[in-house]
């Protein structure tokens, strides 16, 4: 899946996080990344890494306890920044395993290994709706990397939505008025 989808993703993630409106798009920023982490095991490819590999692309970083490992470090890093430790870990967490979901119903590639370190098989959902990305930005940029993108705007505008409208009931802080007699 390319980043856009996870970008949409993290937004949304980043908006739940932010408890004051001074936060939010630096937590959209944060959880925008955090929602790419999984997709740094690419890398692996200038390595010559063998795509099937635990450690290749959709492999070891692509697994629910991989997710776990990183919400707990985010945590960590969260608590130490004094922020709401529990809050960033549970919302990073859902990020990251979201990511791996969504890579697991797209239509091509060798799988996620959703078990690792428990299996290092590859699987897919049984429903598998979402077109499979090319990989690198010349493919992206390409006509079907186009319309995969075209695709997951479509699919993931719930998620846009819900991260740039702006919420019901909240109000910028008012100027100062003198009290009312």
């Known amino acids: 899946m390319p980043s856009i989808g996870h970008v949409m993703v993290g937004m949304a993630a980043g908006r739940l996080q932010a408890r004051q409106r001074k936060e939010l798009v630096g937590s959209m920023l944060l959880f925008s990344v955090v929602s790419m982490l999984p997709d740094a095991d690419a890398i692996g490819f200038k390595l010559g890494v ?22 707990v470090a985010l945590g960590l890093a969260a608590r130490l920044a004094r922020r709401p430790a529990l809050r960033v870990g549970l919302v990073a ?23 690792w370190p428990f299996s290092n098989e590859r699987i897919f959902l049984p429903w598998r709706p979402l077109p499979v990305a090319p990989i690198g930005l010349n493919g992206m ?34 100027a100062s008025q003198p009290a009312v007699r």
């Open 93 to 115: 967490f859902a990020a990251l395993a979201l990511h791996d979901l969504c890579d697991a119903v797209t239509n091509g590639g060798l799988g996620v290994a959703l078990w």
């Open 50 to 71: 063998p795509y099937g590999a635990p450690f290749g692309h959709r492999g070891a970083m692509h697994s629910l306890a991989m997710a776990v490992i990183l919400a």
């Open 141 to 174: 940029l390409a006509p079907r990397g186009l319309r995969v993108m075209a695709a997951e705007l479509i699919v993931f505008a719930p998620f846009l939505l819900y991260a740039l409208v702006p919420r019901r009931g909240v109000r910028a802080p008012e």
